[in-house]
C-alpha cells in the first residue's frame, strides 16, 4: 500500500556527516509518527529518531546531540541529519511510518547502508 524509499547513505570517516531521506510514496495525513531505526550486524533492531504528527520527537541516547530528524509534511519526507559520525554508529537504516485510518500499518522501508570508518 505504501512504499517508503530511501536515500543518503554510504561511507564516511568518523567525525563526519551524512543526511538520509525517506520519502513516503503516498500523501497519509494520519500518521502517527515516521521515524528512523537502525540494525548492526548481529545486533537487534534500534530505534534511532522519531517524530510525531504532533511535533515531538523522540532519540536513543546515543544520537542525542548528534542526530536531528526533521519532516517536510508536504512532501511526505523524513530527514535524519547526522552529523559527528562515529564508527559505532555502522548500520542498516531504516525508515518507518506507523499510520491509522485508511492507510493503517506500519511500514519499513528497504534500508540503506551508513559505515563510518576510523
Known amino acids: 500500500q505504501v512504499q517508503l524509499v530511501e536515500s543518503g547513505g554510504g561511507l564516511v570517516q568518523a567525525g563526519g556527516s551524512l543526511r538520509l531521506s525517506c520519502a513516503a510514496s503516498?500523501?497519509?495525513?494520519?500518521?502517527?509518527?515516521m521515524g528512523w531505526y537502525r540494525q548492526a550486524p548481529g545486533k537487534q533492531r534500534e530505534l534511532v529518531a522519531s517524530t510525531t504528527s504532533g511535533g515531538n520527537t523522540n532519540y536513543a541516547d546515543s544520537v542525542k546531540g548528534r542526530f536531528t530528524i526533521s519532516r517536510d509534511t508536504a512532501k511526505m519526507t523524513v530527514y535524519l541529519q547526522m552529523n559527528s559520525l562515529k564508527p559505532e554508529d555502522t548500520a542498516v537504516y531504516y525508515c518507518n511510518l506507523q499510520a491509522y485510518g485508511g492507510y493503517e500499518g506500519n511500514y519499513w522501508g528497504q534500508g540503506t547502508q551508513v559505515t563510518v570508518s576510523s
Open positions: 503516498k500523501r497519509i495525513v494520519t500518521i502517527n509518527s
